[in-house]
Structure formats: structure tokens, C-alpha cells
């Protein structure tokens, strides 16, 4: 498949702009939406395509993909084998997009294409990763837009990344960083997150939101509890990843003191004074010593995993370092 | 069977263990319900472990004349890698992985390989099963503890007798006794699974005892599945839930004994409660810095895992004579656009 893939990417002019959109069950929306990407984009004389993922919708989604991509040769469809979430479907669009800037959107027509021109000029300034936000939300307030505000109060607390609005699909990004940043399980809405260990230029603009038109919404309340596991990973990863023996030091000091404060005053009267050792308090005090002990070990194996994976720092640093700036004409 | 869709070739994937039949037989039941098919058939037998007098009856047929590859392995490395040895030398576009001992009826293996047209794996399910109501029941149950971890659901997974087409073990590594769960990873992978009922041999199997043994195995089996397709990707949400859980019971412990001490004036460094619950507080946090690691690992090896698979990319390019980035849009209405 990839081989493929790679293989007419030599055979087409490369774009400069790729626009990516995952479809789940929205056969309603991706004609009226590829009209409106090619209405937006075309009068900015900047070769583009784009990437669309069917994620393994079952209705009509993928038939009218296809027809637009027998008609325009540059919507580039990439189906999955079955339904896998918007994450892998937004990797598995980075992944296939040729275009040195890329943007991704919702496919329920709630982002407006005609944002993408402010998202180009932003990027055209030198910033990295261009966030939408959505201030005139068109969603319901009890399920959808409350959630959403506790949710980026959080993240924004958590991560330290300032951007008021982390569940807007409506991003852009200069190609060589975000192809940089692993992206897996649910970690779409922590994209500027993650991506804040390439050190990029996030910049953050007001976009437009329409009502949703067709079909359902496909969330719920009940991501909640997944945001806040994910977070606490993304923070400590994001973090401490290029030090894991110190983030698990850290973490063994607690017990460390702990455990010697409870040996000390178990031991201490009874050297001195010759006293009864207290044997649950010199015990408890040995099973937090080794409890750090035992991190300090984990801390090594870290260590050891971080070093023979395939990220590495220093990699994107230069990432970010080198990033042309290449000026887009407007 | 559709002969114009017939596969060109069927690789035969027979891994030979402790349980066996003789081997002559088994032989030419196998060849006996394939010869219908007309299809070219090579017959993969994988030794696990020395197997001496199967492979003596394998080496009888070879030597009439019968064209048969034998493969030994030298000790006993679990069925799931004798099928990936076996499969590294199958050449068929279609393979059958077969028990080396009477399970399903012969005829069973041509159900099982026309199901292929609309699946790309599909599974026996012996139908009726003989055996007694206890087996039923633990069968019934085994499968119904996967059913409700997996989501998905199949009713024998202990029946080897599958077919697919090559990609799915091209995709999915196996080691160990995971053949069993072929079925599942395959679903999870995306591929499509298909159960077909297949009438059990009418031979006896031999010695199929479940022991205690053959029990535990059976449990951790179903962890290691349990591991397998819901949390391999997300350690932590697995290993958090436990050591956030053993963490705070450790800590409500030692809060409770700590205020007794201070408030009932209770002494707090003779109880042996104090061990308990300092075990408890260090034991989650092991276990939530494991689950940690683990999400470590998966970061940093993230590039080489795969979170989807593409089914195919699809794209029309643009004739040679089109200009194509800047061609004109082929609709003239766009959406509303406030």
C-alpha cells in the first residue's frame, strides 16, 4: 500500500498545500465540502490537493470520494480497512499528504474552508502551527461546549501551551514538524501539546463555525475520562521525555525520604538509647527505600527504551531550527 | 466455487505437536477432499519438537512419490511459530492451517476455503461438538469471558482449521499460543472473519484432557488476549486504573492510621497496620510507574507503530495534457458560506 502510494507520488507535481479531512459517515457532506475547499482554495494560486480518509464509514461516504477523485485528480482518497477513530485517520492524512503546509479539518462541514487563506498568510508569517479557534461556537452548551471549556482550561493549565480552543480541527502546520510528531490513540486534541516538544511557533486565530448541517455527532460526554488520562501522559512524556531517569529520580524521592524519616526514627532511639525497635516502622520505612530503589531502576530501563526509539531530541530541535520559510504568495 | 476466481494455489499448513494422528491417513483425508478442487496444493507439515514417527510416515509418503515439505524444528517451540516457519515457506496465495490429528471432517476444508471469497479469514466452528454437558459449559464459558473483552465473537477457538489469504499472516506476527487467537487479532487488524459451521470428524481425537494445567494456561491466555487488543496502545490507562486503586487504598490506610494516632491518641509505630498500608501505597506506585514506562516505550517507538491500516489510496492522476493543480473547479455551486 505505502509502496504504492509513494510511487505516484513522483508521478504529480507536488502541491505546496495539502488539505486533509477524515470522513466518518458524512456521504451528506463531503460533496458540498470539496466544493467549498476548491471554491476557497483555488483563487489562492497555491497548488494544493487534498487528502481525504474514509474511516471505514458504512454509508455512501466512500462511493462519492471516489467519483470526486475520478473528476479531480487532486482529491487523493485513502481508505481504511475499518473504522479506527479521527486520530489514526488524521495520522494516516499526514502521512499520505505531499504539500509542505498542511491543514486539517472536520468533515461535518462545522469549519468553514474559507478560513484556510488567514491560516496560509499565518504560516507564511513563520509560524509552525496555526490553531483555529472556534469563538462563535455553533454547538450544545450542556454537552459539547461546557465539557470543551473545562477541558481546555486544563490542557492549557496541564501543558502550559496557551491556546484557548484544543478541540478545533481546523489547524495548519508546516509539513516537517508535524510529520515529526507521533501521533497515536486519541492524541488529536493534544496536537499543539505534543507538538510542544519540536519547540514550534504556535500561533492561535478566530475561525468561523457553522451548525452542523448533516448527520449526527459522533462524541459524547463520555471522552472526558480519556482527556485526563491522556493529558497526565502527554504531560509527563512531553516533559521529561529526554530525561526519564531524572522524571523517575523524581518520582523515588518522595519514598526515598519517607522510607529513611521512618527507618531514622525507628533506629535512631534504639541505637542511642538502646530501646525496643519498632519492627513496623522500621519495616515500613525498608519497603519505601526499596520502593525507591526500585524506581531509580525503572528510571535506567527508560533510559535504555528512550535511547534505542526512533525519537530523538535533538531532532527536533533541528527541526524547528531549520524550518524553511518558504513565502507563499497571497 | 467460482472456477474463474480460483486461487492459483493452496498452501497446506499442517504444525505437527503431541497430538497427533497417523500421519498416512491423515494425509490422504486431506488430499482426498482438496482433489475436488482441481487448485495446485503444496502440503507444509511443520515438526514442532522432535516427532519421530510421524516423521518416519511423513518420509514413507515422500518416498512414494507423494510431494510434501517436512520441516523439523528442533525443540518444541509452541504451535503459533511452527505455523509462522511453516508459513515462511508456504507459497500459496490461499493458506489452510490444518490439526495434525482428526478434528474436522475433511469435506469441512472446502466450506472453509470457498468462504474466502467474501472474507479473508475464515474459521471452523465444529457443529454439532460431541462431548459432555461439562466440556460445553466450559467451552461456553471460555468463550463468552473473550466475547466480552474482545467484542467480538467466536465459538471455537480451539478448531485450527482456518484459511486465509496470505496478507493476514503477513500482517500479524504470531508467537507463542497465539494461533488461537488468530481470529481476534485478525478482526482487530480489520481483516474480515468469517465462522463457518463445519461437521466434526468422526474419528476420535486423541487424549483431549484438560487438565489443571491446561486451565491456568487457558486464564492467562485470555489476560494476554485481554492485553492484546485493548491496551497495548495505552499502557497506562491499564496499569494507572491498578495503581491509582492501590495507591489510595494504601494512602486512606495510613490517613486513618494516622489520625488515630493523633486524635485517639492510638500508637501508630507498633501496628503491623502500618506495614499493610505502606505496602500497599509503594506496590501502586510500581505499578503506575510500569505503566508509565510502558507508555514510554510506545512513544518512542511510535514511528514503527501502526494505528490503522490503509485498505488502498486512491487517485486518479491527472491526464498529461491537463494542467492539473490549477484546473478550474468542476462545480459551480459552493457551499453556503456565511
Known sequence: MLSHSTADHEATQRPVLSVIVPFYNEEESIGPLYDAIVAAVAPLQVPFEMVFVDDGSKDGTLARGVQLAQRDSR??????????????????????????ILVTMDGDLQNDPADIEQFLAKIAEGYDIVVGWRHRRQDKLITRKIPSKIANWLITRVTGVPITDNGCSLKAFRAAVIKSIPLYSEMHRFIPAMAWIAGPRIAEIR????????????YGLSRIYKVLIDLMVIKTIASFTARPLMWFGLLALMPLLLGLCAMGFGLVPAIAFGAHASLPLVGSGMIFVAAALFLLVGGVLGELVYRTGDVQQHRFAQLTMTASRKQLAP | MNPSTAPSRISIIVPVGTRQSAAADLYADYKAALLSRGASVEFIFVLDGPQPAFERELERLAAA????????LTRSFGEATALMVGFEHASGDVLVTLPAYSQIAPEGINALIDALEQSDLAVSHRHPRRGGWFEALRRRAFHTLLASLARVRFNDLGCSARAMHR????????????????????ERQGFRVREIAVPPSSLRAPSDQYRPRAYTRGLLDIF???????????PLRFFGMIGVALCSLGVLELLYLVFERLALNRSLADRPALLLGSLFVVLGLQVFAL???????????????KDYQVDRVIHFPAAANEPAPTQASHTARPVAVS
Open chain 1, 75 to 100: 482529491v487523493r482518497m485513502v481508505k481504511f480497512r475499518r473504522n479506527y477513530g479521527q486520530t489514526p485517520a488524521m495520522a494516516a492524512g499526514i502521512e499520505h499528504a505531499r504539500g509542505d
Open chain 1, 207 to 218: 475561525v468561523r463555525h457553522h451548525a452542523r448541517q448533516f448527520g449526527r455527532s459522533k
Open chain 2, 65 to 72: 512419490g507423494e510431494a510434501l515439505t517436512v520441516i523439523g
Open chain 2, 167 to 186: 496478507k493476514v499472516l503477513e500482517e500479524i506476527p504470531l508467537y507463542g499460543d497465539q494461533q488461537r487467537f488468530l481470529p481476534l487479532l485478525a
Open chain 2, 224 to 234: 494476554n488476549v485481554f492485553f492484546l487488543v485493548r491496551f497495548t496502545k495505552r
Open chain 2, 291 to 305: 505503566g508509565l514506562l510502558g507508555e514510554l516505550i510506545i512513544f518512542a517507538h511510535a514511528g514503527g507503530i
